[in-house]
Nanobody, 126 residues
Framework: QVQLVESGGGLVQAGGSLRLSCAAS????????IAWFRQAPGKEREFVAA????????YYADIVKGRFTISRDNAANTVYLQMSSLKPEDAAVYYC???????????????????WGQGIQVTVSS
């Protein structure tokens, strides 16, 4: 069983940066692709970025490409989301999620992920 806990959220000014962390418990964490999603009030949950188990492949939503970077440290059981050039529209609750299907293909659909963290708030002031 894998449990995920997000940290690093908070309030930042537009143009600023934040780094989110997703810490996992469980020995099999390094086997799974991990993704970040976000959900703003009144909106559907949307894909942000994903990374394969090895960290060798990444996949980004077009709206964050070039501004956000996903990475992982399997020795530390942690996945990171470095967010730069933040915009007010980036404000949302951010979730990390694990895809335990052991697939080599990164998936942007929330239904592909069956283990979720509790979420963490990111607020961007204009």
């Amino acid at each position: 069983q894998v449990q995920l806990v997000e940290s690093g959220g908070g309030l930042v000014q537009a143009g600023g940066s934040l780094r989110l962390s997703c810490a996992a418990s469980g020995r099999t964490f390094s086997n799974y692709a991990i993704a970040w999603f976000r959900q703003a009030p009144g909106k559907e949950r949307e894909f942000v970025a994903a990374i394969t188990w090895s960290g060798g492949n990444t996949y980004y939503a077009d709206i964050v490409k070039g501004r956000f970077t996903i990475s992982r440290d399997n020795a530390a059981n942690t996945v990171y989301l470095q967010m730069s050039s933040l915009k007010p529209e980036d404000a949302a609750v951010y979730y990390c999620a694990a895809d335990r299907r052991l697939s080599s293909v990164l998936d942007a659909r929330p239904l592909a992920y069956d283990c979720w963290g509790q979420g963490i708030q990111v607020t961007v002031s204009s």
